[in-house]
């Protein structure tokens, strides 16, 4: 085991360590953005029954969320370039990183296209019959009126996602990536003092997902300022 | 201007319209009544194929279709022909009052952002909510949403304006306030088709009164004809049921 537990080492580690927050919040950042196209998109494929690709959906969110995203993040990692190298492109020299951010996207993609699912769903199809009252055609009802509103209806599940995927991403040192995760591995190896190490990190990602629920809390307020119940005095 | 042939539709193999004939002229104002479950709803929400008939060929404006071969492409010229006040209004609900009014025009009119906002504005104050533009339709009374839905509706120009039980989901003391707007459109001579159970609105509004009654026209005529000289036993029924209240009013009127 290590050595005797010294409190006064969490204060040294952890500006070591959160100099590598960036990279976790990039992780983060990147695979939310890429998670939401993809969620969105197989989100439609699922409620517009689009024929062959919903069924590919289906199959894919269930895998997924059948599998452990430890497991994902290796057969991305291994698979995708051996898949690649078939039509001759080599990605095996690529960044570890990329790698973790396609495992996190694809994740994330699931996970949000079963909450959109969900949300565009919740939205009432009056909305959509007032959209095709004033003339709107599919495609337009869907954007500018059924989809704003699932997003407003969605937020609250997808924030809960993206801290589970904040925290997810503290996996993405298995693969060798320098996060914060993975320099509180070299830095257990360099002083042995394991508990302090954690502690440091238990730490900032409470912090971290602390500052990101308040954001959430004041961004929900205000995409629910029309959801407001303060009904005005008629007349 | 408005022209139906043998529309027929049902639901689950049940029939709710069973061949409507119908024709109604520019500027015309027409109301249907009936008992519910009369297809009267259903009728209404043919006319802009929000409910698709399975035979029969409707026509509003110069847009002509075939329903048992329409594409989408004609159901969305269809529909920009008219436009819907809806009973349980509808409004866009992440939208502003006034965002509500302009969406038609800046997506399907191709109006430029100021001149629809200026052409909504007007719209608004002409039906009494020229003070509401950034409310939302959540922080509104319910014959305010109403108004603003009469108001997105006007904001189309179309050629026909289709109520569906337009006060039906209003408090009583409410449901003055809508109507009255009603009746000031109705005299600029804009074609209407009003879905309604308010007996006096409709006989001191319509052009024509349609009785219907298990999925046919039972009965059409003047509001005249129809309510003080009706020829059908169904009709009659359905009036004497509904008369009690009515009646009164109607003697107040005339003794005002």
Known sequence: MGKAFDPSLIVDFIPTLIYYLGVTLQILTASVLLGMVIGIAAAILRVFRIPVLNQFVILYISFIRGTPILIQLFLVFYGLPAILLFINIDISRMDALYFVIITYALSNGAHFAEIFRGAIKAVDYGQTEAAYSVGMNNSQSFFRIVLPQSIRIAFPNIANSIIGSLKDSSLAFTIGVMDMMGRGETLIAATAHALEVYLSLAVIYYAVVLLFEKIFRLYENRINRHQSVDVSVTG | MIYLKDIKKSFNQQPVLKGINLKIGKGEVVT??????????????????????????????????????????????????????????????????????????????????????????????????????????????????????????????????????????????????????????????????????????????????????????????SPLEIFNAPKEDRTRQFLNRISRDFSVSFLEERAN
Do not use: W
């Open chain 2, 32 to 221: 249907i009544l009936g008992p519910s479950g009369s297809g009267k709803t259903t009728l209404l929400r043919c006319l802009n194929f929000l409910e698709k008939p399975e035979e029969g060929i409707v026509q509003v404006g110069d847009i002509q279709v075939k329903s048992k071969k329409a594409t989408k492409r004609e159901i969305l010229s269809l529909r920009r022909q008219s436009a819907m006040v809806f009973q349980h209004y509808n409004l866009f609900a992440h939208k502003t009052v006034l965002e509500n009014v302009m969406e038609g025009l800046i997506v399907t009119k191709k109006y430029k952002k100021a001149e629809a906002k200026r052409e909504s504005e007007l719209l608004l104050e002409k039906v009494g909510l020229g003070d509401k533009h950034d409310h939302f339709p959540s922080q509104l009374s319910g014959d305010q949403q109403q108004r603003v839905g009469i108001a997105r509706a006007l904001a189309l120009n179309p050629e026909v304006i289709l109520f569906d039980e337009p006060t039906s989901a209003l408090d009583p003391e409410l449901v003055g306030e809508v109507l009255s707007v009603i009746k000031a459109i109705a005299q600029e001579g804009i074609t209407m088709v009003i879905v309604t159970h308010e007996m006096s609105f409709a006989k001191e509004i319509s052009d024509r009164v349609l009785f219907m009654d298990g999925g046919v026209i039972v009965e059409e005529g």
